[in-house]
C-alpha cells in the first residue's frame, strides 16, 4: 500500500478526510477524490476535489466553496462523486447541503446543478450518485426518508422522484447490476454510530416493478 496523501501538511490538515472517490472508467490512471474531513465551524477549511492522472502519484486541486463530511455521520454512504461514463470529462458530486454539482472540464470548475430539486436532511445531503451507462440515465440518493432516489433522463436538466419506491427508510447505496437491475441498501439513520433497521430492494429498469430482497 503507498500513502496518496502524505503531502498534505498541517495547515491544510482537513484535506485528509476522504469524502468520496471515483475512478474514470475509460482512464484507469486517472483518479479523483473529494477530500474534506469536518464541516463544522472550528474547522475552517473548505473541501477540495484532487485530481490525479497517474494513479495518485501527484494531484491537481480545485477548492470548492463549502465543506465536506468524509469523517462525519453518514460517511459510510456512497460513493458521492462519479465520472460520466459515457463522456469522462463530466463528473457530479452529491453534497451535505450545498445540491448537486458538476463540472464539465474533468473536475477544474464546478458548478451548482440547479434542477436538482433537493438537498436532503441537513449534514447528510446527497449519499450517493451513479450512472446507467446503457441509457445515459443518472440516479442520485438523497437521504430523504419520503423517498429519496431521484433519476435524470436527459443530461440533469430534469430531475424526478422513481415512481414506487419504497419509503420509511435513506437510501444509502445504489448500484446498476450486471443483470440490469438496480440495488439500493436502505438504513434508519445515516450511521455509522447508531442503525436498528435497514433493507435491501431491487428495481427492474425495464418494468419499473420494485422488490423487496432483504436478506
Not at 500513502?3 to 482512464?27: C, F, K, M, R, Y
Not at 480545485?62 to 470529462?89: A, C, I, Q, Y
Not at 439500493?184 to 430492494?201: F, K, N, Q, R, W
Request: hydrophobic share 35%.
Amino acid at each position: 500500500w503507498v500513502q496518496l496523501l502524505h503531502w498534505i501538511g498541517w495547515d491544510e490538515w482537513n484535506w485528509t478526510g476522504v469524502e468520496s472517490l471515483a475512478l474514470d472508467p475509460t482512464d484507469p490512471g486517472r483518479l479523483y477524490l473529494a477530500v474534506g474531513t469536518y464541516t463544522n465551524d472550528w474547522s475552517p477549511i473548505n473541501g477540495a476535489i484532487l485530481c490525479s492522472s497517474h494513479q495518485g502519484r501527484t494531484f491537481r486541486r480545485t477548492d470548492l466553496p463549502f465543506k465536506l463530511g468524509g469523517n462525519e455521520p453518514g460517511r459510510s454512504m456512497g460513493e458521492r462523486l462519479v465520472v460520466d461514463p459515457r463522456d469522462s470529462r463530466i463528473l457530479y458530486l452529491g453534497t451535505r447541503g450545498h445540491g448537486l454539482w458538476r463540472s464539465t472540464d474533468r473536475a477544474k470548475t464546478w458548478t451548482r446543478v440547479d434542477s436538482f430539486p433537493v438537498t436532503g436532511t441537513a449534514g447528510i445531503g446527497i449519499g450517493f450518485v451513479f450512472f446507467d451507462p446503457r441509457n445515459a440515465t443518472i440516479y442520485a440518493g438523497v437521504s430523504d426518508p419520503a423517498g429519496g432516489l431521484y433519476r435524470s433522463t436527459d443530461k440533469g436538466a430534469t430531475w424526478s422522484p422513481v415512481d414506487g419506491q419504497p419509503t420509511g427508510l435513506l437510501p444509502h447505496h445504489g448500484e446498476l447490476g450486471a443483470d440490469g437491475n438496480i440495488y439500493l441498501t436502505y438504513g434508519d439513520l445515516p450511521g455509522p454510530y447508531e442503525m436498528y433497521d435497514g433493507a435491501v430492494h431491487k428495481l427492474d429498469t425495464a418494468t419499473g416493478a420494485w422488490t423487496d430482497i432483504t436478506p
